[in-house]
């Protein structure tokens, strides 16, 4: 039997790219100095930036070698506090574990958290473990994650992209897209015609054949949400995403006893299942969102699609085509009808020449196909994680 010899993390660069990015780009992207509005956009100090206020910890990597040489890759973020949970903790007790053995280790990894929580920056370490547990059970059995967690459901995944340079995303083919909204409660009545404005423009643009999403990313109270949404109605949204602070649940219920008519998508920072499972129970949202790196790997992300698909619930990770992680839960669950890509590189520059691991597919005219590698696909060796480290 195969068992885990070594769970290792360390810090990993911040840069990484899956190739030498030639292409001299159009503009600088929308990320560069674009407002948007936050759970901090109160306060002046911190308003116009995220940066701002955002901690600069590094990306986190986690190896995980087993006893016949094989191994597995997995990565989260938040720094040193995740590493050290992983290197000091969950990972040395999972050393001589079986592993195929996913569920086994999973379980004893939230267990093992309960006295500081599963939950926040534990999850990501967890998450780490997991994608790296499942990348190797996907080599030690030679096959790709999505073939053993059901097989393709649909012969592509249908992409979203995320971001304000709406031009690029319809020159790239994509037939939805979704705009970070630039202002708050705080900005005021100006703040509520600024955003309506930047929804008719970008309508005008694509037309009415494009789906359009909002992202309000925990910036606003209920009667900003509301509000907002009135004024809405006339742009046709799929739906608006993440309005309140993600441990406001009575919030989420009342928003959508006042918003029935209006698609509601969150849970990019819930983590593990049991606020899927309340969100589920109670009809909160339309779309689930967990990030695939942070919930609690690819065995929460399964456990959350069983939640959904119960209830009838869309699930579409957060930034779920960004990794080959999301890629390939996305490719296999029935009820994952879209998967998101977070453009935050500038115009002009090929997806390919953007992408996080040199093995990972990206999107072309808006449709993907993962790898068919084993495991994730990642297309790196051990010189290549290597070479991840700062």
Not at 99 to 106: F, G, I
Not at 231 to 243: A, K, N, Q, V
Request: hydrophobic share 45%.
């Amino acid at each position: 039997m195969v068992t885990i010899e070594r769970v290792e993390a360390f810090a990993i660069r911040s840069d990484l790219v899956g190739g030498p990015g030639t292409t001299t780009p159009r503009r600088p992207p929308w990320t560069a100095d674009a407002e948007v509005a936050g759970p901090m956009s109160r306060h002046p100090r911190y308003k116009r930036l995220r940066a701002a206020w955002r901690p600069t910890w590094p990306g986190v990597g986690c190896l995980v070698t087993a006893s016949d040489g094989s191994w597995g890759f997995g990565i989260s973020r938040y720094g040193d506090p995740v590493i050290a949970t992983i290197n000091g903790h969950l990972g040395p007790l999972l050393v001589g574990e079986p592993a195929l053995a996913t569920e086994r280790c999973w379980d004893m990894m939230t267990r093992m958290a309960s006295p500081y929580s599963p939950a926040g920056l534990a999850a990501y370490a967890i998450s780490a473990i997991d994608l790296a547990l499942w990348d190797l059970k996907g080599k030690l059995l030679n096959a790709p994650v999505w073939s053993l967690i059901g097989g393709p459901s649909r012969p592509h995944i249908d992409c979203y992209a995320t971001g304000n340079d709406t031009d690029w995303h319809m020159e790239l083919g994509f037939r939805a897209t979704k705009l970070a909204c630039p202002h708050g409660p705080a900005d005021g009545l100006a703040g509520l015609d600024a955003n309506e404005a930047l929804i008719a423009r970008t309508r005008e643009l694509i037309g009415h054949e494009v789906e359009l999403m909002l992202d309000c990313w925990m910036a606003f109270d209920l009667d900003y949400t509301v509000r907002l949404a009135e004024r809405l109605r006339p742009y046709w949204l799929r739906w608006i995403e993440d309005c309140l602070t993600p441990e406001d649940l009575d919030g989420h219920e009342a928003l959508r006893r006042r918003l029935p008519w209006m698609g509601y998508a969150t849970g990019e920072h819930w983590y593990m299942p049991q606020p899927f499972l309340h969100a589920a129970s109670r009809r909160l949202a339309d779309v689930l969102q967990p990030d695939i790196a942070w919930v609690g790997g690819l065995t929460a992300c399964l456990r959350i699609a069983a939640i959904a698909d119960a209830a009838g619930i869309a699930v579409i990770p957060h930034a779920g085509m960004n990794t080959p992680y999301g890629q390939h839960f996305t490719y296999a669950a029935p009820g994952a009808p879209m998967g998101e890509m977070f453009i935050g590189t500038p115009p002009g520059v090929p997806l390919a020449e953007t992408r996080l691991f040199p093995g990972m597919a990206v999107p072309v005219d808006g449709r993907l196909i993962p790898s068919d590698a084993p495991g994730f696909g990642l297309g790196v060796d051990l010189d290549g994680i290597a070479a991840m480290r700062p």
